[in-house]
């Protein structure tokens, strides 16, 4: 039984890295994070640490692969996307393998090739899926996303300030991706740090990304409103910006209304008697 499991995972694996059809590679990847969530990372670690092994060599981390060939781009996408399903897997259960990983998608950040898909997956670190539940007997730790986020959060605003302007967006992307599924509680701890790199992610031409960065931004200003009181007037500014209708990475019309919420809390908090109305 067990070797059957090692093999279907192994398989499975070399499948989702020759996979071109994105509907078909979704369910790869899910059991993929499956098979090693419920047994593999307990009983046949080795096997994983493999697999794993072998995603990264099919990524590299040379800074100047810049110019790979459509095949090898598509095959270091696949193996991108892999190496984050199983990074979900052993995030999940608090694993120890979880922390390497993240430290090695963490610089892949930088990258000039990689950056910007790395960011991007970030969100699957986080987002749930009915399948990878506890209902389907998968393994969670409580407080996962706590120990999640506490890692990530300070090593993306430590490399943030250090960053090259081209790569910086992809920290924010990143940050933003973490935060569309975290829970408040665990965010509001974080905010005296993350809210400068917060409200550069409203500049960015990513309605995703102001999308995730927004909802913080208006609870921190419900919540922890003297966490922004050096920060009122650009977070105004930049909030009126998102709504400027020849800003084509901006909400559609009829979402505009997300907007006014935060808007009229900093009003708020300012003391000023005039609302913002759609």
Known sequence: MTGDIQSLFTGLVDWSLR???PPTRAVLLVHISLLANKWLLVSHRDTVQEAITKLQNQLG???DSTSLSSDNTSLANNSLNTLFWLTKAAILRNDPLSTPLLNHLL?????PQYGLPTARGF???VSPHELLSVDNFIVIRLLHKQRLFAHCSQELVAAFLKADSKVRPNYLIALAGLLKHMPTEVIMP???VLLPLLLQS???PDANVKSASLEVVLITLQEAPKTVEGHVSSVINRLVAC????????PPVRDKSFFFKPI???NSFLYLPTNVEN
């Open 190 to 192: 974080q905010l005296d």
């Open 107 to 111: 610089s892949l950040l930088s990258h």
């Open 202 to 204: 409203l500049d960015l």
């Open 243 to 250: 709504l400027a209708p020849n800003q084509p990475a901006n």
């Open 264 to 266: 009229n809390a900093a």
């Open 61 to 63: 981390t040379n800074q």
């Open 19 to 21: 996979e071109s059809d």
């Open 123 to 125: 969100s699957i670190l």
